[in-house]
């Protein structure tokens, strides 16, 4: 009798499930998309007809099938296949599946297929519970992630997993699912008549942005609160589509790949002083939720690491931007971040700052000198050491500048700074080229003063 409550309880989820999860492929012939790893002769593709599927990650942004291709999978294979969600599963599950599998290869020689979803939301123990099992062949895993699994998925694990990365459906691709739900009787709409404008369509494909998931939901609420008119068509236009899917769902994830990317398309079209594309990636993590405190800390770093002193008036306007923020707040602090992400992409560019790091592995590599004596602290030694004798106080010569040997002896003629001929900092560089050379020239006079002094 339960088995009998149970398959009623079943069937009635299925009439009633979202169409999303209706209209989930079951062959590979139904499934659209990713040609560059299951379109005809594709590694993947030929593995699955063949039923010889090896521990694989599928790893891809949401909507774009990598629950649907293990579904497929568990439709085509003859071996067991078991499921789970690393969201609602624990050690205790895997052991669990883990042991059913031992016994199916022990009992009937069968193999079994262990699908994990998401499963960069497994903690460390929990993946090395599973490692093992998948290494000695007790079951072949499939992961499925939105997260880089290089990065997000215990490194044992990737090493023996095939990692097939799913990309973004296009356009086309998202018409066809539309398409495939219209037309299906059976779990779509095709038993209705229901008549999509051409711009009402349009408007779904785009506003989806690549996540077959959200078109089909919004197709679904389109069609399930629009009232058939007296001949029975169910009419879906441009108003009813824009009130199904009002704003376009966009990938980011403050913690997740989507982030990392994103952020650094930024700084790169920054670097790139292509103010049209650090704009859109910058609205775009705007849009998304991004906190604009770190958007401005980037902007603050990037002033004085890529423009530095080729504009040095771009950290005063990242500074005075964040500063600005603090005070304006949202909505109206996007005006400061539009402000100094323009100035930042269109001022020169010279990295020299990372003359300093120069420095620094100087001090770490070789043997540190002795500060020289007329750059010793005077006001404590100079009576009893000498300290600070013989030092040469600039301002007191013409020009403000006097040649003085300020590194230590060691050291002399060692240049870390090779300012760039950009913007401000060319004249930088022929100022400092000047300095350089009459140092050297003094350097030269005292050699030979030294030479003749000694006979």
């Known amino acids: ?264 398309a930024f700084i790169k079209s920054l670097r790139g002083s292509d103010p049209d594309a650090a704009l859109y990636w910058l609205a775009r993590m705007v849009y998304a939720g991004e906190d604009p405190r770190f958007l401005l800390r980037r902007m603050l770093i990037f002033a004085a690491e890529d423009v530095g002193l080729a504009d040095p008036r771009a950290l005063q306007i990242a500074q005075s931007a964040a500063t600005g923020f603090e005070y304006v707040g949202m909505p109206e602090g996007q005006f400061l971040l539009a402000e100094c992400c323009l100035y930042l992409a269109t001022a020169p560019k010279s990295n020299s700052a990372f003359s300093y790091f120069d420095a620094l592995k100087h001090v770490e590599q070789e043997q540190t000198g002795d500060v020289p004596n007329p750059l010793k602290d005077a006001s404590r030694d100079k009576a009893g050491l000498g300290h600070g004798v013989g030092y040469k106080y600039p301002h007191a010569y013409r020009e403000g500048y006097v040649p003085e040997q300020y590194l230590p002896p060691e050291m002399q003629g060692l240049y870390f700074y090779a300012p760039r001929e950009i913007g401000y900092e060319q004249k930088i560089a022929e100022r400092l080229e000047q300095l350089r050379a009459r140092d050297a020239e003094e350097s030269i006079e005292k050699r030979v003063r030294r030479y003749v002094d000694e006979g």
Do not use: C, W
């Not at 690393?86 to 599950?93: E, H, P, Q, T």
């Not at 998948?134 to 699994?149: D, W």
């Open 1 to 264: 009798m339960s088995d009998l409550f149970k398959e009623a309880a079943r069937e009635y989820r299925t009439a009633n499930a979202p169409l999303a999860d209706r209209m989930r492929p079951r062959t590979l012939d139904e499934f659209v998309g990713q040609p560059h790893i299951l379109g005809e002769g594709k590694l993947l593709r030929r593995a699955i007809q063949a039923d010889r599927v090896t521990s694989l990650l599928l790893y891809g942004p949401p909507g774009t099938g990598k629950t649907t291709l293990a579904r497929i999978i568990a439709n085509t294979t003859e071996s067991h296949f078991t499921s789970m969600n690393a969201v609602l599963s624990g050690v205790k599950d895997i052991r669990e599946a883990i042991a059913g599998a031992q016994r199916r290869l022990e009992l009937h020689r069968q193999r079994t297929i262990l699908f994990v979803d998401e499963v960069h939301r497994f903690n460390k123990s929990q993946q090395d519970a599973l490692l093992p099992h998948v290494e000695n062949g007790t079951v072949i895993f499939i992961g499925a992630t939105t997260e880089n699994p290089y990065f997000e998925v215990n490194k044992a694990l990737v090493s023996r997993s095939r990692v097939f990365e799913l990309t973004t459906l296009t356009e086309d691709d998202l018409r066809a699912v539309a398409h495939q739900a219209l037309t299906d009787p059976e779990r779509g709409y095709g038993d209705r008549d229901v008549q999509v404008d051409d711009d009402a369509l349009d408007h779904l494909v785009d506003v989806a942005n690549g996540d077959a998931r959200s078109l089909l939901n919004a197709l679904e609420l389109a069609v399930e609160t629009t009232a058939p008119d007296d001949d029975g068509v169910t009419p879906i236009d441009l108003t009813v589509a824009e009130d199904s899917i009002q704003q376009r769902a966009v990938l980011y994830d403050k913690e997740g790949d989507a982030h990392f990317d994103t952020i650094s």
